[in-house]
C-alpha cells in the first residue's frame, strides 16, 4: 500500500522560510508526478507547484519566485523549498503522487495523497 508522510510544517513569520518533504514509500514503482496543494482556511484546496519524473516543473503564479519544487527520484521523496512566505500562504498542505496524465495542476492527476501538514504563516 503506497504512503505519503509529509513533513516540515510549522509557525513562521512573515518572511520566513520552511521545506517541505514528503517521502512515498510502499511502491517499487516511480511516480511520473509528485506535486503539493494546499487548503487555506475556509477555501477550495489549490495547486501549488508540481514536478514530473524528468525533473519538469509547474508553479501556480502566487507562488512563482518565492517556492521552488524538487525531487529526488532514488528516494521518491519530493520538497517543497518555500521562501519569503507571506501569511496567504497560511494552509494545510499536501503531498500528492501520480501519472500527472490530466495535468500537473489538476487533482485527478494525482492517485495517492498525503495526511497533510499545517503551514501558518503569522507574526
Known amino acids: 500500500q503506497v504512503q505519503l508522510v509529509e513533513s516540515g510544517g510549522g509557525l513562521v513569520q512573515p518572511g520566513g522560510s520552511l521545506r517541505l518533504s514528503c517521502a512515498a514509500s510502499?511502491?517499487?514503482?516511480?511516480?511520473?508526478?509528485m506535486g503539493w496543494f494546499r487548503r487555506p482556511p475556509g477555501k477550495e484546496r489549490e495547486f501549488v507547484a508540481a514536478?514530473?519524473?524528468?525533473?519538469?516543473?509547474l508553479s501556480a503564479d502566487s507562488v512563482k519566485g518565492r517556492f521552488t519544487i524538487s525531487r529526488d527520484n532514488a528516494k521518491n521523496t519530493v520538497y517543497l523549498r518555500m521562501n519569503s512566505l507571506k501569511p496567504e500562504d497560511t494552509a494545510v498542505y499536501y503531498c500528492?503522487?501520480?501519472?500527472?496524465?490530466?495535468?500537473?495542476?489538476?487533482?485527478?492527476?494525482?492517485?495517492?495523497w498525503g495526511q497533510g501538514t499545517q503551514v501558518t504563516v503569522s507574526s
Open positions: 510502499g511502491s517499487a514503482v516511480s511516480f511520473n508526478a
Open positions: 500528492a503522487a501520480g501519472r500527472g496524465d490530466k495535468g500537473l495542476q489538476f487533482g485527478p492527476s494525482y492517485n495517492y
Open positions: 514536478v514530473t519524473f524528468g525533473t519538469m516543473t
